[in-house]
């Protein structure tokens, strides 16, 4: 096969506050998100005029939505006990554990999205309430297949390497990248079960001083942020994850509605063609934009691509193009991971 194996990486990461989260949580998402696509985009048509993508090309990508949403609606979850939780001492431990036990019942019943986990809360609010979570959590659940836990706001080296010193064996972990001061200590082999590193943009944003309307994923010190982590993460397998639209449509109306998925859309794209392949969603309509905006991403050029990495195996121009040995690794990794992405292989 032309583009080989690759590395499946989810395309986002959803997050649900612990506790809204249940045995129901994965099946309602996707039944509303296909409530959404049902009413609000009923055809290729639609879709090519919200997402601003060639007729032919929305002709490919809708049905491939519409089935994602049928039987696949959520990759990777991630039950929040931090800012979508908020602080509640008195149940904490009682979430802790009926999460957990949900966790269980989905992975009986094989409704567990192929990553899972919970985001505990940063050691710089409460270390011992972070840590006492984790452990009620997975002392119920075990490390499952697919376990990832995140840990938010790291402000410092050496919290990195208490929080992991508290982890069982098998799981791995990721941080977040939501502060300046995370920055300067990231770097290959920060920590040997270090698994992923996602941005933060409203809390980075916040940091650096910006105004509330500029706290966007698209923002240029936001740029800044993540061409660092690709650089300070670049030669290892340390997964990098873009952060969030936190916005849902302002009403149920389409306007709304598609005013919303173009604006989540453009974020993506931004995303993906800064080289972050995955992101945050957190609003069932988010599962729209982010399967139509993705997969248009890599269904784009993925024949171009093909074609080019086809001539240069066999010594022929493509167009007048004569592509260097970097450019023909590059375009076969974006085959590899178009096809991780749109199901073809991995």
Known sequence: MLTGSFHWQPVHTVYVPAHRWSVRTVREWGEQARALLEEHLAGPE??????GVPLGLAR???PRVAAKLATDPIEDVRIDFEDGYGTRPAEEDGHAEAAAEAVLELH????????????????????????RTLALFLER?????????TFPKVLEEPAVHRFAERL???????????DPRTLPFLRPGLHERLTGAHFGV???TAALGLPPHEQRLDHPACDHARHLMQTAFATTPVELSDGSLAAAPASEATADVHALWARHAQLVRHSLGNGFYQGWDMHPSHLVSRFATVYAFHLARYDEYAARVRAWEEQRQVGGVLDEPATIKSLAAALRRADSALGHAG
């Open 141 to 149: 659940t075990g490390v499952l297949p697919g376990c990832t836990v």
């Open 46 to 51: 639609e879709l090519a005029e919200v997402f």
């Open 108 to 131: 009986r019943t094989g409704g567990l999205p192929r990553r899972w986990g919970l985001r505990v809360k940063s050691f710089a609010d409460d270390e011992e309430r972070s840590l």
């Open 60 to 62: 490919a990508v809708h």
């Open 168 to 178: 069982p064996a098998g799981a791995g972990f990721e941080l977040q990248v939501e």
């Open 202 to 204: 409203f809390d980075y």
